[in-house]
């Protein structure tokens, strides 16, 4: 396992953590160096297999992932990541992207793509964008779930009773003595 630590040599406490996942040597240390004089702890991995074997120790950061590795690719490190680390935002790169490589990488959780080579200063706004989007807050303990039904109203559990039913929006509405706007707000 070959990883290299970017930046300084001792990580400054409260700074952000930015881990850089690709196999090219050479883009992995333009990459590193973007980031060289800010207030950025780097570290880099090689390859896809080095980066989750460290995810228990590392710190929670943004991650910069190549699409194309040999191995495991960006792609189902990605996959791993949204399951173990969804907070953890995710900026792809790739020097060969497609749109349905692109779409199957938004699909999974990545915040931004990227072409490489990569313009630092485009780089650098797709990470900051990354970090400002917080993930939805999801309860991690039974007591704190609600279930779904105890969200909506009692007039919209009725509205969702009869469409489940198959019923058209003007059904729904003449059935409730509402008006069919309504009935579309309640769905909604």
């Known amino acids: 396992m070959k990883t290299i630590t970017f930046a300084r040599l001792k990580p400054?406490?409260?700074a952000l953590w930015i881990y850089v996942v690709d196999d090219n040597a050479d883009d992995r240390r333009a990459v590193c160096s973007i980031f060289a004089s800010a207030d950025v702890n780097v570290?880099?991995?090689d390859d896809g297999q080095s980066f989750l074997a460290s995810l228990d120790s590392l710190n929670p950061g943004c991650v910069v992932l190549d699409v194309r590795m040999p191995g495991i690719d960006g792609l189902s490190v990605?996959?791993?990541?949204?399951r173990?680390?969804?907070?953890?935002?995710?900026?792809?790169?790739?020097?060969?992207?497609?749109?349905?490589?692109?779409?199957?990488?938004?699909?999974?959780?990545?915040?931004h793509f990227v072409d490489?080579?990569?313009?630092?200063?485009r780089l650098k706004d797709a990470i900051a964008e990354a970090q400002s989007v917080k993930p939805k807050?999801?309860?991690?303990?039974?007591?704190h779930r609600q279930p779904l039904c105890k969200l909506i109203t009692p007039r919209e559990m009725d509205v969702l009773r009869l469409s489940l039913l198959g019923q058209q929006n003007k059904s729904v509405a003449y059935a409730l003595g509402i008006s069919e706007r309504t009935v579309e707000v309640h769905r909604a």
Do not use: Y
């Open 137 to 143: 807050d999801k309860p991690t303990t039974p007591k």
């Open 78 to 82: 990605m996959e791993f990541l949204s």
């Open 12 to 14: 400054a406490p409260n």
């Open 43 to 45: 570290r880099a991995f």
């Open 84 to 111: 173990r680390r969804p907070d953890w935002p995710v900026v792809m790169m790739s020097n060969q992207s497609s749109i349905p490589i692109v779409v199957r990488a938004m699909q999974r959780g990545a915040r």
């Open 116 to 121: 490489k080579p990569c313009d630092g200063a």
